[in-house]
């Protein structure tokens, strides 16, 4: 069995940094695409950071995280980053990391139990 396993999450002053991990638990698999979302209380769970596998690795953002969050990704652990500056009371949400994972000979979309991050002077 895999688990897509958070840390990092915790409450910060405006313009402020927090690093989210997330790293899958268990052996045997093979990752593919890795994703942060987040959900602020009332509102749809959004697409914030996406980034590719393989040896190029392509990053997508949300136009609200451009320039204050970057995704980064370290394949020989198959941990996934999200370095989050400048941040604003409306980035307060709970995170959560996505990832296509191959394990038992399937490919599944996996997600994490999500980390709260709160941002409030």
């Known amino acids: 069995q895999v688990q897509l396993v958070e840390s990092g999450g915790g409450l910060v002053q405006p313009g402020g940094s927090l690093r989210l991990s997330c790293t899958p638990s268990?052996?045997?698999?093979?990752?593919?695409?890795m994703r942060w979302y987040r959900q602020a209380p009332g509102k749809q769970r959004e697409l914030v950071a996406t980034?590719?596998?393989?040896?190029?690795?392509?990053?997508n953002y949300a136009d609200s995280v451009k320039g204050r969050f970057t995704i980064s990704r370290d394949n020989a652990k198959n941990t996934v980053y999200l370095q989050m500056s400048s941040l604003k009371p409306e980035d307060t949400a709970v995170y959560y990391c996505?990832?296509?994972?191959?394990?038992?000979?399937?490919?599944?979309?996996?997600w994490g139990q999500g980390t709260q991050v709160t941002v409030s002077s």
């Open positions: 996505n990832a296509d994972i191959k394990w038992d000979l399937l490919w599944r979309n996996y």
């Open positions: 980034i590719a596998s393989g040896g190029i690795t392509s990053t």
């Open positions: 268990g052996s045997s698999f093979s990752v593919n695409a």
